[in-house]
């Protein structure tokens, strides 16, 4: 079992930053899979960032690539996603989830993820 709580959220105004981390007990978070999701209030959760394998290999969706970065800090057992440049458009739940390196599904869905965190809510102004 992994345990998982988000914490760094919050109100930022358009072409800020937040930095959101992700803490894991109960397991070493260098074991798994670790990726950001988020959900916007009528939308469907969508994948954001992921960092997995030992050397910490990193993938972004699309929205974010340039802007967020996602990374991993095994001494405190947690993953960070920094987010510059943010967007009204970022506005979401964010949530961390951790899973096996290797699934059957693709590593931008929820499936290949077994354990989540509770979300920390980001609201970015304009």
């Known amino acids: 079992q992994v345990q998982l709580v988000e914490s760094g959220g919050g109100l930022v105004q358009a072409g800020g930053s937040l930095r959101l981390s992700c803490g894991a007990s109960?397991?070493?978070?260098?074991?798994?899979?670790v990726g950001w999701f988020r959900q916007a209030p009528g939308k469907e959760r969508e994948f954001v960032a992921r960092?997995?394998?030992?050397?910490?290999?990193?993938s972004y969706a699309d929205s974010v690539k340039g802007r967020f970065t996602i990374t991993r800090d095994d001494a405190k057992n947690t993953v960070d996603l920094q987010m510059n440049s943010l967007k009204p458009e970022d506005t979401a739940a964010y949530y961390c989830?951790?899973?096996?390196?290797?699934?059957?599904?693709?590593?931008?869905?929820?499936?290949?993820?077994?354990?989540w965190g509770q979300g920390t809510q980001v609201t970015v102004s304009s």
């Open positions: 989830a951790a899973g096996p390196f290797y699934t059957g599904y693709a590593y931008y869905t929820s499936a290949s993820y077994t354990y």
């Open positions: 109960g397991r070493t978070i260098s074991n798994y899979a």
């Open positions: 960092v997995w394998r030992r050397d910490g290999t990193t």
